[in-house]
């Protein structure tokens, strides 16, 4: 038996699904980012699998713009972060709650 | 050669999974962070074993170098471990439950009703074709990643700057 797209892509499920776990579950702000960062890396590893199986390297140019966009966001997530901590001392997810209505 | 592939391939899935995991159910965040790491690593193994060589390097450079650095700083800046004020659990987690398999069954019945390609082309290096593609066909995007970028910088030294309050 053959490592075929079919493994790749039921592990990228898992590694998103276990993402989407801690977004949902987890009340940190810290690790909310990460848990993004890893639903990201899903979708990265997807594109890559998918790019190999097909020989098509633009799926491997769009994993370049996806990173690009993970650091602008958790430059800017964690900024925010550490602005919220000086302002507010605390990284409950609860406590953010102005504009919940 | 093939029970080699297979060893080595379950090895790197097993390791980005189960640190996922610990990213994810570990009640304390430096921990976490630390896991994360070891997703990282397993990721670019596995960029390795799909012959995206130029990518491996670059997520052992972007995500281990810069943004896992960076995570890590703000838990140093922030997380102080001896407050009970952070919260150490994980939250309705049965409730959560629910829109997880769901995704998860999804994107299992997806990728189990779809007839994929199933041979692996040869390996052959991808540097210059990427570096082709981004100059010629992807060149819009790619001046837009640098202003994001440089936006992005910006934007979070202004965020995180420690203001002082004037006296007057």
């Known amino acids: ?5 079919t493994h790749y ?29 890893i639903m990201l890396n899903a979708v990265n590893l997807t594109f890559v699998a998918v790019a ?25 997530g964690l900024a925010v972060l550490i602005a919220l901590w000086r302002h507010r001392g605390t990284m409950h997810m609860d406590s953010f709650r102005l504009l919940k209505w | 050669m093939e029970l080699l592939r297979h060893i080595i391939f379950w090895l790197f899935a097993v390791l980005t999974v189960g640190s996922a995991v610990v990213v994810v159910f570990h009640p304390r965040v430096i ?4 896991a994360l790491l070891f997703t990282f690593f397993g ?17 052992i450079l972007i995500y281990v170098g810069g ?25 309705q987690r049965y409730v959560a439950l629910v829109p997880i398999v769901m995704i998860a069954a999804g994107l299992f019945t997806v990728v189990k009703n779809t007839v994929w390609p199933t041979a692996p082309l040869p ?9 082709e593609l981004l100059l010629t066909k992807y ?29 007057d």
């Open chain 1, 9 to 37: 892509l039921l592990l990228t499920a898992v590694l998103f699904a276990i993402g989407v776990m801690g977004v949902l579950t987890r009340k940190n702000l810290i690790v909310l980012l990460m848990s993004v960062e």
């Open chain 1, 1 to 5: 038996m053959q490592i075929e797209l």
């Open chain 2, 43 to 59: 990721v670019a193994g596995l960029y390795v074993f799909l012959s995206a060589d130029f990518l491996a390097a670059a997520q």
């Open chain 1, 52 to 76: 190999r199986y097909t020989a098509d390297l633009t799926g491997q140019v769009l994993v370049f713009f996806v990173m690009c966009v993970a650091a602008a966001e958790v430059a800017v």
């Open chain 2, 31 to 34: 921990y976490s962070a630390f």
């Open chain 2, 139 to 167: 060149l819009v995007p790619f001046e837009l990643a640098s202003i994001l970028l440089l936006a992005a910088l910006i934007g979070a030294m202004r965020l995180a700057r420690y203001y002082r309050k004037r006296e």
């Open chain 2, 123 to 131: 390996h052959h290096p991808t540097t210059q074709v990427i570096g």
């Open chain 2, 67 to 91: 943004i896992l650095t960076l995570i890590i700083f703000g838990v140093f800046l922030t997380a102080k471990i001896t407050t009970l004020d952070i919260p150490h659990q994980t939250h």
